[in-house]
């Protein structure tokens, strides 16, 4: 069974550029959640989705950070403009419905991104 | 104060030991707890799971233990390898959140010597 996919593996830019994530769900999985996290930490959920509406986008800095899932399978996360702080891994992950306690997370490898 | 960074709390113990990787927990509310292992370079990977209903869970050479009444939660890994070297990572959930509304704690790192 293929993974989350993910893409680019590693990004770098610099300070107020513009970056953009893809990722590709597992296939079948209406939930679909990115997450950020930042080296020495675990991650910490940006948005979750639910086909392709949104359910969770309350620790999104909306001010720099928009997803968007069109179409209910893949999905892109962007960062316009980036800041140094902005330095993590952005994980995405699947699940089959989103139920709470009766599935598990799939997690893609993520994508390294360096502000510089 | 919690320090940030690189420090994270490190286990080192030989092949064929059993490794107990503990978890403190501050929300009253989490009723759900998630163990998850992450290796260098890729995503957190589900390891085992346990309700606020249940005290114990065992999967294959896993154990979870959950104490609520000090909020404090375990991994016991029995005969460990050295494939079982990562970073691993406890997580809850609270009724009435999404199931992606996860909050890790800090991760260990699990080293295991041959």
């Known amino acids: 069974e293929a993974g989350v996919a993910q893409s680019p593996r590693y990004k770098i830019i610099e300070k107020r550029q513009s970056v953009a994530f893809w990722c590709n769900p597992i296939s079948g999985h209406a939930t679909l959640y990115w997450y950020q996290q930042i080296l020495g930490q675990g991650p910490k959920l940006l948005i979750q989705f639910q086909n392709n509406g949104v359910v969770d986008d309350s620790q999104l800095p909306k001010d720099r950070f928009s997803a968007e899932r069109l179409k209910g399978v893949d999905s892109t996360l962007k960062i316009q403009p980036a800041k140094l702080e902005d330095s993590a891994v952005y994980l995405c992950?699947?699940?089959?419905?989103?139920?709470?306690?009766?599935?598990?997370?799939?997690f893609g490898s993520g994508t390294q991104l360096s502000v510089l | 104060g919690e320090s940030v960074g690189l420090h994270l709390p490190t286990l080192s113990v030989q092949e064929g030991d059993n490794s107990i990787i503990n978890c403190a927990y501050s929300?009253?509310?989490?009723?759900?707890f998630i163990w998850y292992k992450q290796e260098s370079g890729k995503g957190p990977q589900f390891i085992i799971d346990?309700?606020?209903?249940?005290d114990k869970r065992q999967g294959q050479r896993v154990t979870v233990l959950l104490n609520k009444t000090v909020k404090h939660l375990s991994l016991q890994i029995a005969a460990t390898q050295p494939g079982d070297s990562a970073v691993y990572f406890c997580a809850e959930n609270s009724e009435g959140s999404t199931l992606g509304r996860l909050y890790f704690g800090r991760g260990t790192q699990l080293t295991v010597w041959p």
């Open positions: 929300n009253s509310a989490s009723d759900y």
């Open positions: 992950a699947s699940s089959l419905r989103g139920d709470r306690g009766a599935e598990k997370l799939f």
């Open positions: 346990i309700r606020s209903n249940m």
